[in-house]
């Protein structure tokens, strides 16, 4: 499993695809917290908080995320190297796992350097470390969560569909119905009796809720639930194939 998954990193970084989502994601956060104008923009309101990197990173890793997760298993059907990859000596679990922690690794790996947002308002702040930590350590492991999740439903798009456009549309769409799609349809009235039950199902509920710096058992439960769903579907899709 760990060659396979080294070997998957590997792939993402030995060509521009890493280093692109790195720099598309850090450009794109980085315009919004320091570029353009507004209330979140900390140079704007003279306050130190981060509050507007999660409240956009959900939003661009929609995107990102599905881009990302496209090419796992839609690569090997094109190649015609999927009966192979499960010739392995390693179980169909083992080899969702690798393609999963891969992709979940590189997406990581640019939530790592968040941290230099971090230390540029910790250090401008006045007095220095004038900034709510529970709430940014609460926002960050949120954002970690919610990246796996989006992770595992692009390892599930992928698995479903031969065409990488496709494979990246799907994951899109059901990234965004889990994270305020639920959201939407707890607001009509006709479902306002099951209001609070809806809005549970929805990433962005839960999201919120560690964003304020408690991490709720529950929310994690949540998140660890859902990434184990996706996982087991994405498992039983991949052995269809032998029925």
Known sequence: MLALLFKEVRSFFSSLTGYLILAVFL??????????????NPLDTGYANLDVLFEIAPWIYLFLIPAVCMRLFVDEKK????????????????IILAKYFAAFLVIAFTLLFCLVYFASIYYLGSPMGNLDLGAFWGSFIGLFLLAGVYVSIGVLASALSDNQVVAFLLALVLCFVFYIGFDYLAEWQVLETLQTF???????????????????SRDLTYFFGVIIA???????????RKW
């Not at 450009?27 to 979140?40: E, K, M, N, Q, Y």
């Not at 809005?199 to 709720?216: K, L, Q, T």
């Not at 996706?230 to 269809?240: A, G």
């Open 27 to 40: 450009i794109a956060t980085g315009l919004f917290i320091w570029v353009f104008p507004g209330d979140s």
């Open 79 to 94: 190649q015609g190297t999927m009966e192979l990859v499960f010739t392995r000596p390693i179980s169909d679990m083992g």
């Open 198 to 216: 809806i809005f549970s199902i929805g990433i962005n509920e839960h999201y919120r809720s560690i964003s304020r710096g408690i991490v709720d």
């Open 230 to 240: 996706f996982i087991l579907i994405t498992r039983t899709v991949l052995q269809s």
